[in-house]
């Protein structure tokens, strides 16, 4: 990242100035469970990456998001695009859960002080409240599948999240809000991620406090 003190200042004043919501405090459902994901800024390469992307004007970032497809045989939504992140264990907090899964899922050891800061809590329809934790992971060199979990990583850079079609809204009869999206390549990631990608996308690379908590999860996410 040819300037990466300035992105991670900028992140991070971002972030500061972010009024989260959260769910903390709020009396949960007899089936939720509090899980935490890792929004980790990387260097955009080496690595697995997708290709045909193509910044758009007036943007020349040369970092990433780190997103790996889940492994194949895992009972609930194997394959699909995730953040590394999972139920946070008991006297956790949110950032404590992410920066453990970041170095079980991928083998990525980072300290509290790359901790950027937090975004906005989601409740899932799958019984958990999930909390965003945004970190500064830097060139991140030796990354490392757990087979268990993770059938790859990918270094996502930053612009394709800015792309002009992003996001992705589909009306559903299930809900009153839209099911929401984010186009990645020629494919596309939906929410829960799908919500905390979009709204790194607008708190910390455009500076606009969107909310995205209403957003609703396609059906195949909903086990």
Request: aromatic letters at 6%; a neutral charge.
């Amino acid at each position: 990242m040819n300037r990466s003190p300035s992105l991670r200042t900028r992140l991070q004043a971002a972030l500061s100035g972010f009024a989260v919501h959260s769910l903390a405090g709020a009396a949960p459902a007899p089936a939720t469970a509090r899980a935490a994901v890792a929004l980790a800024v990387v260097d955009e390469g080496p690595g697995a990456r997708l290709d045909g992307i193509a910044a758009p004007a007036g943007w020349s970032g040369d970092a990433a998001l780190l997103l790996t497809r889940r492994a194949l045989q895992l009972r609930q939504h194997a394959g699909q695009w995730a953040l590394p992140g999972g139920r946070m264990d008991a006297g956790e907090s949110p950032e404590e859960a992410a920066l453990r899964e970041l170095h079980e899922e991928v083998g990525l050891p980072l300290t509290p002080g790359q901790v950027l800061g937090r975004l906005d809590d989601y409740a899932t329809r799958s019984g958990f409240v999930i909390t965003p934790v945004v970190v500064w992971a830097g060139a991140a060199r030796e990354l490392v599948p757990n087979p268990g979990e993770v059938a790859s990583i990918h270094r996502i850079p930053l612009r394709e999240f800015l792309r002009e079609d992003a996001p992705m809204l589909e009306p559903t009869e299930h809900s009153p809000h839209p099911v929401l999206r984010m186009p990645v390549g020629s494919s596309w990631i939906a929410a829960p991620t799908a919500a905390f990608l979009y709204q790194f996308r607008e708190v910390c690379l455009r500076g606009r406090a969107t909310r995205v908590a209403h957003f609703d999860q396609p059906r195949f996410a909903w086990k």
